[in-house]
């Protein structure tokens, strides 16, 4: 309501900031001939795929070096150099390697949601109680039901908030990489929005972007819910 008012009475400059109502008009006119649905979809697709690709690999090499000291000798130190570089400088050695297609971009995001899910699936498996360990062993499990059944499960709340940070690089990681060499997407329309000045399309695009961002955060709470009932305080709400 503040909002509105501001920009309706001209305490906000309409040229800096739109109103509400000036965003919802200019939502239901990109909305119109499917634009805004076909550029929503390519940016969705992007963001699915580099989450998953770069989730799969940094669960999977967080599970090998934390259970394997050949595989934490060899790799870990490389993975957490490699770290301490900020990933946004990466998209344009990506763009000379791979082009301007989707593939850079894909693996610009998987790049981004790597590291958190890496750091934090290896830090909840080697934070796993050892008597619970000592306990499988003496219940008679192998290797494979150790991993599986105390190891996993007591890692998963950490895995889980690498998760959370995990989706949230992803969404700014796709922003970042829509604007380089992109003919499609949200970010697409957001360049293209800031290159002719129109900022209720430009308000349109940063809502969306924050639109991507809860859904992906509603998903962390839900598979909390879902995955960590057992825990004492753990509320659910």
Known sequence: MLWQVAG?????????????????????????????????????????????????LGVGFGVLTSTWRVADAALDSTFR???????????????????????????????????PMYINTYAGIRDVDMKLVEAGRVLGLNRWGI?????FPGAVPSILVGLRYALIYAVMSLVIAEQI??????GYLLAQAQQYIQTPLIMVAIVLYAVMGLAADSLVRFLERVLLPWRRNFTGE
């Open 8 to 56: 309706s009475t001209g305490v906000v400059p309409a040229d800096t900031v739109s109103t509400p109502l000036e965003v919802a008009h200019e939502f239901v006119r990109v909305s119109e001939g499917g634009v805004l649905a076909d550029n929503v979809l390519v940016s969705l697709r992007r963001a699915i795929l580099g989450f998953v690709l770069g989730a799969a």
């Open 81 to 115: 150099m490699t770290q301490a570089i900020p990933w946004p400088a990466l998209l344009p050695l990506f763009i000379l390697w791979m082009g301007l297609d989707e593939l850079p971009k894909v693996v610009f995001v998987a790049t981004a949601t790597f590291f």
């Open 147 to 151: 991993i599986t059944q105390i190891v």
């Open 181 to 186: 060499g992109a003919d499609s997407g949200i």
